[in-house]
């Protein structure tokens, strides 16, 4: 089921390239949306290494941290400033390397304190976050969005210009089914799914190597082949990433499974230009 809302959207008003509300980002080349079916599957973390990937290869990146109420993007990046505004816009922070991110907790006095908002403050919010922040020039804006398919995910969908979504799962079969629900969605919203990644799918022993399923044997090429969806990468379990998310440092990491998605936003770019 979709809100009636989505009848207004400019995705479906039947009137393009004529929509009375101007996109207010013009610099931003390409908005990528990151969704997963269910929380704590690594989507937060998906994020931050397409987005360290992504400013490796030399692309302009900004992160647009849509988890209002569960916001890890900040503590990934050692990020404890507060955001400031200038010019009636708010000023993303940037992390080390140069990637522009805002999220709530760059405005809470406290990153610990709690957010306890309604649907509808959480959507204003969320687009606030596109219409009124400083994000300058970018080549991509990835948006980190909250777990599953309810009010949130879809403000983004009908209110950011998306170029496509990449869905996060982890191989337990709940994970893989709550993931069908998010590709349905994106198929009901128009939105193009650019891939599949799946998280946590395997582990290497620290003793001898050897590769283990943690989870058995994984279920994910029964999803890509029924959506006809690319798997963009599997990410292992890996102690170095959760050490490196914990200290701040993502950026530290050597991320070498991502080529795949990132060749994929570098086509996006291309055929925009
Ligand atoms: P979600 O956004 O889906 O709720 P997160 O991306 O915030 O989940 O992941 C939670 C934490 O789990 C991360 O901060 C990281 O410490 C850990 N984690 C996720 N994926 C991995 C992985 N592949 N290897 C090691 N730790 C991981």
Same mark, same amino acid.
């Given at each position: 089921?979709?809100?009636?809302?989505?009848?207004?959207?400019?995705?479906?008003?039947?009137?393009?390239?004529?929509?009375?509300? %101007?996109?207010?980002?013009?610099?931003?080349?390409?908005?990528?949306?990151? @969704?997963?079916?269910?929380?704590?599957?690594?989507?937060?973390? #998906?994020? $931050?290494? @397409? *987005?360290?990937?992504?400013?490796?290869? $030399?692309?302009?990146?900004?992160?647009?941290?849509?988890? /209002?109420?569960?916001?890890?993007?900040?503590? @990934?990046?050692?990020?404890?400033?507060?955001?400031?505004?200038?010019?009636?816009?708010?000023?993303?922070?940037?992390?080390?390397?140069?990637?522009?991110?805002?999220?709530?907790?760059?405005?809470?006095?406290?990153?610990?304190?709690?957010?306890?908002?309604?649907?509808?403050?959480?959507?204003?919010?969320?687009?606030?976050?596109?219409?009124?922040?400083?994000?300058?020039?970018?080549?991509?804006?990835?948006?980190?969005?909250?777990?599953?398919?309810?009010?949130?995910?879809?403000?983004?969908?009908?209110?950011?210009?998306?170029?496509? #979504?990449?869905?996060?799962?982890?191989?337990?079969?709940?994970?893989?089914?709550?993931?069908?629900?998010?590709?349905?969605?994106?198929?009901?919203?128009?939105?193009?799914?650019?891939?599949?990644? %799946?998280?946590?799918?395997?582990?290497?022993?620290?003793?001898?190597?050897?590769?283990?399923?943690?989870?058995?044997?994984?279920?994910?090429?029964?999803?890509?082949?029924?959506?006809?969806?690319?798997?963009? *990468?599997?990410?292992?379990?890996?102690?170095?990433?959760?050490?490196?998310?914990?200290?701040?440092?993502?950026?530290?990491?050597?991320?070498?499974? /991502?080529?795949?998605?990132?060749?994929?936003? %570098?086509?996006?770019?291309?055929?925009?230009?």
């Amino acid at each position: 089921m979709v809100s009636k809302e989505l009848d207004k959207s400019c995705k479906n008003c039947g009137d393009e390239g004529d929509c009375p509300e %101007e996109n207010p980002q013009k610099d931003v080349k390409c908005c990528l949306a990151v @969704m997963s079916g269910k929380g704590g599957v690594g989507k937060s973390l #998906v994020t $931050g290494l @397409m *987005a360290v990937a992504l400013k490796n290869a $030399g692309l302009k990146i900004g992160i647009l941290d849509a988890d /209002l109420t569960g916001p890890s993007i900040p503590k @990934m990046f050692g990020i404890n400033k507060k955001a400031k505004s200038g010019d009636g816009k708010i000023i993303p922070i940037e992390s080390l390397n140069g990637i522009k991110i805002m999220s709530l907790n760059l405005l809470l006095d406290r990153e610990d304190d709690a957010v306890i908002w309604r649907g509808p403050v959480i959507a204003g919010a969320i687009k606030q976050f596109w219409t009124d922040v400083a994000w300058g020039e970018l080549d991509c804006l990835l948006i980190d969005l909250p777990p599953g398919t309810a009010d949130a995910p879809l403000t983004v969908m009908q209110s950011i210009p998306l170029d496509g #979504v990449i869905v996060v799962s982890s191989p337990q079969d709940l994970a893989v089914m709550i993931v069908k629900k998010a590709l349905q969605m994106t198929r009901k919203l128009n939105i193009p799914t650019l891939g599949l990644i %799946e998280n946590m799918s395997y582990a290497h022993c620290p003793k001898c190597g050897e590769k283990i399923d943690f989870f058995g044997e994984s279920n994910i090429s029964e999803i890509t082949k029924d959506y006809k969806i690319d798997l963009l *990468a599997e990410i292992p379990i890996d102690p170095q990433i959760a050490k490196l998310c914990d200290e701040g440092k993502i950026e530290d990491y050597d991320v070498k499974f /991502l080529d795949k998605a990132k060749n994929n936003v %570098e086509k996006i770019l291309k055929d925009k230009n």
